[in-house]
Each structure stands twice: as structure tokens, then as C-alpha cells.
């Protein structure tokens, strides 16, 4: 077989000060809002206020984020909203808009400025993304009116990591892991009160939002969560607690999701743009060569194409579109075929798809063999 050249670039994340919270390809112009979706930057009261405003209203946080909430059908308008509360946080109120401080958010901003730049920038992206998402949680369960059991706090602080988790897995991992330099570098305070320890009520907030990430993809975030949620006893439970809100997830708000744009939304790449916000920049001097018998080139998946061997095969679908499957042995509904990786869970990051990959290859061992001494 011919040699096949190909040439390399290595290429480092880099992060430009200013608010990374989400941010999508193609352009902000070609994507709709969702109209049910509202957006209100208040003016301060306080003149010390009012650059947060500015720059949280210049780089179009809340835009995007109705952007983001396109495949959700809401019965009425859901007002997300930056107001001065007179503290780090406002309580919502059914009927009221869901409000995301400009105190909290002037509070991320003088932590994040401390830390190294990247770290800085990361931080600053996480905080007020997770800050978002909450606040939007609270108000969708009113909306929607999703059974509560525990804490509302709580409930809304779970949905908002699943949500990055389940729709973004890029937006997943830079927000978790700014949101846990966050919680370090603000002397593990997060939105204003001492986290004394795990069973304290704003503890509980913090270590929920981080338990989804940990429960959603154990491979990916273990590493990064090692000082902080990996130090406790809830780590054991964050498998099941992910599990149980999935299935609560698609019995209460999945109806409620168009599946068309859901797959438009996750197909985006949030978090990268082209003013430099989390952006691919090549390290000079990086360039190198090395021979290859075969390459092969992943260019970015929209989900699993239906015409030919799907359709053919009778294939079972879940409700996002993708080949159904289970987890524990990768079979679908047609003998003999297995799915495993974005086939099985639609767009993702690669750590999925190596893990899967064994799993399923081990899954098909066994069937062929009867038995296997494949990893899992």
C-alpha cells in the first residue's frame, strides 16, 4: 500500500477576556431565537454596576442563550433577565422573570481577574454560564410544570449541568471546569455563602451541578474533578442521581423539545467563535510531517444518516434521532448489530467514542465467543 503524507499542526486553546458563555457556528445571524424567550439587561441602580452591565450586554450573553433554548417549545414567554438584586442572588418567583445578578457576576469578574489568564477566562465562561442555566431552569420547571421533589435549588442546579451535558459536551467541559477553578479560587464560596461542608444547603448547590457532569461522563471529568466533588461521599451517587433525572427529563421537558432543532443546536460548537473567544490557535513553529499507510478524517457529524443501512435495517431510534441502543451491551433492536459512539449518542466528545468503542467491542466478543477477556 502507498504512503500516505500527512501533515500536523499543533494547536492550543486559547481564551480572549471577555464573555465566552456561549457562543455558535454558523453565525449569530443565521441562527433564530427562540421567540418564547425574552431578554432584558436592566439598568443598575449602581454607577459601580454598570460596566458589568455593559460588557454582559455588549458581548450578547443572553441573545445567545435564547439562541441555545431554540428547540424548546414553550405555552408562554420565558423572561430571562441581568437585574441589580442587592445581592448575589434573587430567589425566583413563579411569573417573575429568572434573574442572574449583576452583583454575582461583578463578584466572578474580581475572582477570575486573579487567577492566570486562562484559568481567568475559563473561570469567568463557567461561573456565568452555570449562573444562566440555572436561573432558566427554575423558570422552565414553572413554565412547564415539572414536579419538584426536594430542594428547588437543587432541582434547577441538576438540570443546568445535565442540560450541558446531555446537549453540549464542549460547553460541558469548559464550563464544569471553570466553575470548579471558581469554587477553589473563591475560597470555595459560590454564590456568597461559606461552603463550611458537603451537607450544607449551598454546598449541596455546588456539588449537585458538579455531580451531573461526573454521572453523565465519569471518563471525562474524574480528572478534573479529583480535588473537589472526588473528595466527598456524594461521588457514589452521582451515577444513579444522573440516571434518575434523565428519565425524569424525558418524561416531563422532552416533549416539550422539537428533535429537528435540538440536532441543529447540538451540531453547533459552542463556546468557539471567530473573535477569539476559546478559539484554535496554531503554536508557531508546531509543523510536522509523518507517514500513514490509511487517514482517515472525521469532519464533524449531524447525526446518524437514516437513507441506506438504518432505514434498511428496521432500526429502532430514540427521540433525539440516533440509533437505539443500551449501555450495557450496545444491541439495538436488530440482532446482530451493535452501535456504539455518536451512532449511538449523537455528537459528543471523543473520550465518548473511545470508551464506547471498547465497551461495544467487548459487547461483540462476547456474542461471537460466548465469553471475552476484553476491558470494559
Known sequence: MSSVKCVMSVATVGLALSYPVLSARPALAQIPSNPQVEIVYARPRAASLQAVANRLKSRRVLEEFAQFMLPLKLP?????????????ARL??????????YELVDQ??????????????????????????????????????VPIWGRREDAADRLAGFLMVEVGSDLAYWTIVGTASFFQDSGKTWTGSQFADVRSPEAQRFYNY???????????????????????????????????????FNKTIMPHVDPDLLKTIQS????????????????????????????????????????????????ALD?????????????????????AG???????????????????????????????????
Open 319 to 339: 427521540p433525539r434521532g440516533n440509533v437505539l441502543a443500551n449501555v450495557k451491551d450496545y444491541k439495538t433492536s436488530v440482532p446482530k448489530l451493535f452501535a
Open 76 to 88: 408562554t414567554t420565558l423572561t430571562v433577565q441581568f437585574d441589580q438584586c442587592g445581592g448575589n
Open 210 to 248: 458538579l455531580c451531573m457532569a461526573l454521572g453523565g461522563d465519569r471518563e471525562t471529568f474524574t480528572p478534573i474533578l479529583r480535588d473537589t466533588l472526588l473528595k466527598t461521599g456524594r461521588v457514589v451517587w452521582c451515577a444513579k442521581e444522573y440516571s434518575d433525572l434523565r428519565f425524569a
Open 108 to 145: 466572578i469578574e474580581k475572582i477570575a481577574a486573579k487567577s492566570a489568564d486562562d484559568d481567568g477566562e475559563m473561570m469567568l465562561a463557567g461561573a456565568v454560564t452555570q449562573a444562566v442555566f440555572h436561573a432558566a431552569a427554575n423558570a422552565v420547571f414553572d413554565i412547564l410544570d
Open 342 to 376: 455518536d451512532m449511538r449518542r449523537g455528537q459528543s466528545l471523543v473520550v465518548w467514542a473511545i470508551r464506547e468503542g471498547r465497551q461495544c467491542a467487548r459487547s461483540i466478543d462476547e456474542s461471537l465467543m460466548g465469553s471475552t477477556t476484553l476491558p470494559r
Open 268 to 315: 453547533m460548537e459552542w463556546l468557539k467563535a471567530d473573535d477569539g473567544r476559546l478559539a484554535i490557535k496554531e503554536v508557531e513553529g508546531s509543523r510536522f510531517e509523518f507517514k500513514a499507510d490509511l487517514v482517515l478524517l472525521a469532519m464533524g457529524f449531524l447525526g446518524p444518516r437514516k437513507p441506506g443501512m438504518v432505514e434498511q435495517a428496521g432500526l
Open 92 to 101: 425566583y418567583k413563579p411569573g417573575e422573570p429568572a434573574t442572574i445578578c
